[in-house]
């Protein structure tokens, strides 16, 4: 039996509500990531190996290093955009845990971010962690496999052998391994249902908002699918923006209209998000993972790029996008659905597939559709589980989760009342040496005003000295003085002179 231990927030056949998600963020900050790892679970779960979900964290210690050593056979890392400014310390800490490995570690579907024009300059500060990182998985492992051409190219700028990096995509379009569901077709009409996806980081590059305006507007039948953990947040608990009247034209308060017709969704496990979309015509927006999951529901699907992470999925899937820099706010869905072509994406499905398990095989590691059943056993475990639905927006009504608001409100104003009586506690304490300082204060000044009054009598007495000095100096040189004159004559006149 191989034993391998998976990088992920869960496991794929771990059911957890809304709450469980929230409190222990199983997504990662963002559901494309089980995505991705619940497509790299499947595929790994070939005959006599175990696949074991690590969790989302990395415990860089030793005691951990210690117990993956002992009781696994290989750590499987898959990534994303994990080569950009804001990964680097989560970066470093998988580093300092792989350092620590005496077993294989294989890492796949890591990408480098950085703008649409690929330009890898702001990636600088970064290089030697990314070097540290690729130096510590090379070690362990025959490749390591990468999301496309870009991070290619930026490895191997970097130092690392051509021959050891393999471009591979992302696992989630491989979760039906070499087949690929056929897209249903349709008429676009104002009746269509459309999935809309927006990331908040994407808008200094476009106007995601007015894009979302207008399909609120000329779509009655659109659903915002939302994919940040601030989202679930949003959703759980609400906010007071209908009272206080702020709005903003994203959708991320409750006075956003798309919020207050319950028309956003979090999906929260990516076996009901998938079936989710499959009662959609159309999806679109700047989500990779959210527009994958539509076309691995056989909803067509249009990416609006914005960084070099979307793009490079997108150029090497050959999933149809569009730039969305310079789209207009009112771009009509139904012109993306028409002018978008999928020939390029199912024409090279195959190849890519069988590109990922060359990776695989050497790399050691089999995969269920080339030595098992295809993941028909894996699917049909998931499909006996009850797993969660999108979260919607919270009306106020009693939604089963009463308990955890009320518990979770509880415990954060106990660690506010802690935090109060520990600043109450400092502020005594600090009153105190305040007082103290004072007093000290206070006598350093008694202190300094004596050494002044000593220092002006002594200055006193030093005149008096001085003038008694004077006084006799003047008597000395009166008396000495007529002496002195006829010492002077006697002496000047020389000799003999008398």
Known sequence: MKRILIRSG??????????????????GTNTGNLLFSDSAHKMLSAPDTEVTSNGIRTDQSARRAAEINEQYDVFVVPLANAFRPQFQASLDRLSTLIEQLTIPVVVFGVGAQTTDDYATDRLGPLADSVKRFASAVLERSASIGVRGELTARYLTGLGVPADRVDIIGCPSMFLHGDTFPELRTAELTSASRIALNLSPNAIPVGDISGIARHAWENYPDVTYYAQNLVDAELLLWGDLTPETGVEDPFPLQLTHDLLRENKMRMPLDPATWIAELRGYDFA???????????????????????????????????????????LPADTDPRELYEGADYSAMFKGHSERFDRIVAFLDRNDLKNTYTHGDGGAAFDARLAALDLPASMPVWDGSDDGHMRYRVARLRERIAAANARIDTRVKENKELRGKVAAAERRAAETARLLEAARAELAATRKQLGVLERRVGGIEKRVMVRLGPALRRRVRKISSGPGKD
């Open 10 to 27: 869960k496991s794929p056949f771990r059911v957890a509500g809304p709450t469980e998600f929230i409190q222990q963020d199983l997504i």
């Open 284 to 326: 679109y927006g700047t989500r990779i993972h959210g527009n994958i999951a539509a076309l691995l529901a056989g909803t067509p699907a249009v990416v609006l790029t914005h960084d070099s992470r979307t793009l490079e999925l997108c150029r090497y899937f050959g999933i149809p996008h569009r730039p969305l820099s310079g």
